[in-house]
């Protein structure tokens, strides 16, 4: 399939009709104009993806290969960070899973799980593309990158993100409005160590202190 990244992100939870099973293969289909779009973080939450590791075997195989990489290549129970762990409580589990080192390999795991069975169901896309996170989850879904490579570099790139150098206060903040309604907004404001970090997309800015 052919290759965009950085489009915007959907950042919705994946919702499930009780009669999935036999709504799957009604829209099986094949078709270039059919694009697949991955979101970067703030889609994630405890118990994603559970009612289909349940139902379907290709979603298992694949989240369960994940957790093994998971476990040996970043020291983690990803299949605990999903479903949630019974050893701490639902808050707890929660917070854990926004922390952007197993935010990031638990949304990666899961987008790449839905391809895949997708895929198992006829239906393939002739154009992918993602934002942020989401890109890597296109690159594999393009043939660029083995499943397995791109989930060791979203780990790795999780984990660069968790560690910033101690001591350093710091802050970001995502701003819905042009990029230059906010550079002229820095200007006047004249505040000092703010600067714009990163440009979601002509709508969103993200202001770095």
Avoid at 37 to 58: N, R
Avoid at 173 to 182: D, G, N
Wanted: charged share 15%; net charge negative.
């Amino acid at each position: 399939p052919q290759l965009y990244g950085a489009t915007p992100s959907v950042s919705q939870k994946f919702l499930i009709p009780d009669n999935i099973a036999d709504s799957i293969p009604s829209i099986s289909m094949s078709s270039p104009e059919l694009c697949f779009l991955f979101s970067g973080q703030g889609s994630q939450y405890v118990g994603m993806a559970e009612k289909l590791y349940q139902k379907f075997q290709i979603i298992r195989n694949t989240l369960d290969n994940a957790n093994r990489i998971c476990k040996d290549f970043g020291g983690f129970n990803l299949l605990e960070l999903l479903f949630g762990s019974p050893n701490i409580t639902e808050e707890e589990n929660s917070k854990k899973l926004r922390q952007t080192q197993f935010t990031q390999p638990a949304i990666y795991s899961v987008e790449m799980a839905l391809v895949n069975l997708f895929k198992s169901k006829g239906i393939n896309a002739g154009i992918v593309g993602g934002h942020s996170l989401g890109e890597f989850a296109a690159l594999v879904t393009a043939g660029v990158l083995t499943f397995e490579d791109g989930l060791k570099v979203v780990i790795t790139r999780g984990k660069a993100m968790a560690e910033s150098p101690p001591g350093v206060q710091c802050t970001m903040a995502a701003i819905f409005t042009s990029s230059e309604l906010v550079e002229k907004s820095l200007k006047e404001l004249s505040v000092e160590n703010v600067s714009i970090s990163n440009y979601n997309s002509s709508s969103q800015g993200a202001p770095s202190l």
